[in-house]
């Protein structure tokens, strides 16, 4: 996204929860937004609590758009008590998510827990879509000077998602039916839009026993695995230990990125390489 004009003078200020939504309200609002994150880079959206200077700039806040993520629960209460004026909508409105897998269920998202949704809809290129969608209808609610523009770099960010929704397919066109390790399950939209299976290492949140690291590390061996993803959020300490058992390797792959669709690259030639 180089070469985006800096927010001018009476620029919308948009709160977002996470980096890779300020990419997308960037994109289609341009110099006519002044978008402010959340969750800083390597905090995790699970726990996040917002510090007070924050807080403080929600009183002069047109638009909070969420997205899902868990401390949204406790806190989107709170951010509209600040501002009863300030808009709040669901970036992911009319996205239906999938429920979480822990290992030893991703063969079956029926054996997942039906009540825990998978909030990583912005790792699919066509659910990205939807979250513009969802974002241009939010960003004319509250500036409609302005619709005309934010519906061109809409329109034009669409036709670049389409764009790295057909390289990707092109990249993973032999690898359907890989198996990619994880630590958290952050990648389960990717996957099944691609044809993949992911096989997270934590369990509810929590490192593996030792009894189920074994599990994985034959689970790893019999489907050939020889890298393991681990995200800057999270403890590396499984990945790398699974890693040895398997004379394999740990590659970070930060799910929050703010550079969402060159991320989404580079995780397709990832476990393109793995595969081979």
């Given at each position: 996204m180089q070469g985006l004009a800096s927010p001018v003078a009476g620029a919308m200020t948009v709160f977002v929860s996470i980096e890779p939504q300020k990419y997308i309200v960037q994109?289609?609002?341009?110099?006519?937004?002044?978008?402010?994150?959340?969750?800083?880079p390597g905090a995790s959206p699970h726990t996040y609590e917002p510090k007070p200077a924050q807080m403080a700039a929600l009183a002069d806040t047109r638009l909070f758009l969420s997205i899902g993520v868990a401390f949204e629960d406790?806190?989107?209460?709170?951010?509209?008590?600040?501002?009863?004026?300030?808009?709040?909508?669901?970036?992911?409105?009319?996205?239906?998510?999938?429920?979480?897998t822990g290992h030893g269920n991703h063969h079956d998202?029926?054996?997942?827990?039906?009540?825990?949704?998978?909030?990583?809809?912005?790792?699919?290129p066509p659910l990205i879509k939807i979250m513009?969608?969802?974002?241009?209808?939010?960003?004319?609610?509250?500036?409609?000077?302005?619709?005309?523009?934010?519906?061109?770099?809409?329109?034009?960010?669409?036709?670049?998602l389409d764009t790295l929704d057909r390289q990707i397919r092109e990249l993973l066109a032999d690898a359907a039916?890989?198996?990619?390790?994880?630590?958290?399950?952050?990648?389960?939209?990717?996957?099944?839009?691609?044809?993949?299976?992911?096989?997270?290492?934590?369990?509810?949140?929590k490192e593996?026993?030792?009894?189920?690291?074994q599990h994985l590390i034959r689970e790893a061996r019999a489907a050939g695995i020889k890298v393991i993803f681990a995200q800057p959020q999270f403890s590396d300490r499984s990945a790398q230990v699974i890693a040895q058992a398997i004379d394999g390797s740990v590659i970070v792959a930060d799910p929050l990125a703010f550079d969402l669709m060159n991320n989404l690259l580079r995780q397709a030639e990832a476990i393109m390489q793995a595969a081979r």
């Open positions: 994109h289609i609002g341009r110099q006519w937004v002044d978008v402010r994150v959340m969750v800083p406790a806190w989107l209460p709170r951010f509209a008590a600040i501002n009863p004026g300030m808009r709040i909508a669901a970036s992911d409105q009319d996205i239906k998510k999938l429920p979480i998202a029926s054996q997942a827990d039906p009540s825990m949704h998978d909030p990583h809809i912005w790792l699919s513009a969608d969802n974002t241009l209808e939010a960003l004319i609610a509250v500036d409609p000077a302005h619709a005309d523009h934010f519906k061109t770099h809409h329109a034009s960010l669409l036709r670049e039916g890989t198996r990619f390790m994880v630590f958290h399950p952050s990648w389960g939209y990717f996957a099944k839009t691609y044809g993949l299976i992911q096989v997270p290492i934590e369990v509810g949140g593996p026993k030792p009894a189920q690291l």
